[in-house]
């Protein structure tokens, strides 16, 4: 049978689709040449020897609004539900570091996430949940080291000791710059902020994954498949080479680097962006750094499904998105997944679509077969050539950011950026002229106007937790307070790590807009160009 070959197919990194693929496009399909064995370097086929036939990836559903305690009853709504693993979101106050009293947090107050001022805000975040049995992912940046300082006091409040406590922060400053925008301090002073954590938990939370090197948001500012790996790997070399700067040894932190990417619809770009993933991270490890622990080398990470792919027109359609998205996930070799509900191109997920999205994990994970044999599409022509075009236009990149002195300098040259909004433009020029297909937007569209169910925000809520901080401020004893946060300022200007003394403050009932200040005076404040 003949194929056609006068129309050109090209993945969403411009990669060119033949028309069939045969054992001539691949280098890698031997098993025994670089594709190697699941659990074994360089990791192509998954980290685990057995992978979901051990067990599935975690559920993790991001979850986060309003007060603390609004956002404990949905943890446990989605516990309920069968969920595996905790996620939180936190407000746009708490990611710049701002208590819900300050003049800028007005009308953000627990929009967008939870709002965390203060120790008594953790404490009825995680009211009534067992810190030693569950794990938390904690999508926080500028303030990362707060928040998990934060947790850790809960913990030793409810007897859990700090190697007891599992989960993540994301911790990862250097995407904020290049895409997200909730940075407070320059990036160098930042990057002395993720070392300090990486050494304080190496030391009092060993079981606690110190960084989420993010492509998520990397991607849903417009980069490519291959950009979001590539950027993020890069920013990956930049932590570990910021470790190693402060004397931390390779193996003793490097097992606690975990990734977290992004899930779009194109499914086997997506499948082969992961693998190709976990195999320049190993050879990364092994033959830059020189690792020889195993647990270094592995890129472990977190999936969301892709915020930006979802369609505010006929929203239901989104599920079926989402579904693609997980699958490609799962495909890939995840280790944790968020599948997002089908109205957030509207608002917050209301419950249904909350408990829906976490459904499409369950019924994708226990009904498709997928999770039967490991790295299923290993092998595949097509997948195992896509991922070695991915990996090569990866190592491409790397090496272009490596020459101009790394992530830090790149991102200061706005190199990642301006890369970035390239491909942002060219893809919004290719939903315009109809040459990318979105339904609903750009083709089979309707004049459907059913009315969708939006979550509510809550005003009363904003107050009540703007009107907790001021109380809070007038009966702790304030001149503890004050000496607390001398001793952090003391440690910020000097060169000891500041994780001990912003811990006894945060003990002492300062908050998180207080500990930011006294940064901010010391660090002071990013200005982009």
Known sequence: MSVSTSDERLTDSGITIAPVYGPQDTSHFDPAAQLGEPGEYPYTRGVHPTMYRGRLWTMRQYA????????????????????????????????????ADHARSEGEVGKVGVAISSLEDMRALLSGLPLDQVTTSMTINATASTLLLLYQLVGEEQGVRGEQLRGTIQNDILKEYVARGTYIYPPRPSMRLIVDTFAYCAKEMPNWNTISISGYHIREAGSTAVQEIAFTLANGVAYVEAALAAGLALDDFAPR?????????????????????????????????????????????????????????????NVVRVTLQALAAALGGTQSLHT???????????????????RTQQIVGYESGIADTVDPLAGSYFVESLTDEVEAKAREYIAAIDAMGGAVAAIEARFMQDEIESAAYDFARSVDRGDKVVVGVNKFVDSD??????????IEQQIAQRTRVIELKTRRDNALV??????????ARGTANVLYPMKEALRNLATLGEVADVLRTVFGTYQPN
């Not at 949905?74 to 746009?92: E, H, I």
């Not at 992961?274 to 999936?303: C, K, N, V």
């Not at 106007?449 to 809550?458: A, H, L, R, Y």
Request: aromatic share 12%.
């Open 449 to 458: 106007s059913t009315k969708n169910d939006v979550f509510p925000v809550d």
């Open 64 to 99: 986060g609004f309003g007060t603390a305690e609004a956002t404990n009853q949905r943890f446990k709504f989605l516990l309920d539900a069968g969920q595996t693993g905790l996620s939180c979101a936190f407000d746009l106050p708490t990611q710049m570091g701002y208590d």
């Open 340 to 358: 997002n509900g089908f109205d957030e191109a509207l608002g917050l997920p209301t419950e249904q679509a909350a408990k829906l999205a976490l």
């Open 257 to 317: 680097l975990s990734f977290f990417f992004n899930a779009h619809n194109n499914l086997f770009e997506e499948v082969a962006k992961y693998r190709a993933a976990r195999r320049l991270w190993a050879t990364i490890m092994r033959e830059r750094f020189g690792s020889t622990d195993p647990r270094s080398q592995m890129l472990r990470f977190h999936t969301q499904t892709g915020g930006s792919t979802l369609t505010a027109q006929q929203p239901v359609n």
């Open 482 to 491: 004050a000496r607390s946060l001398a001793d952090l300022e003391i440690a």
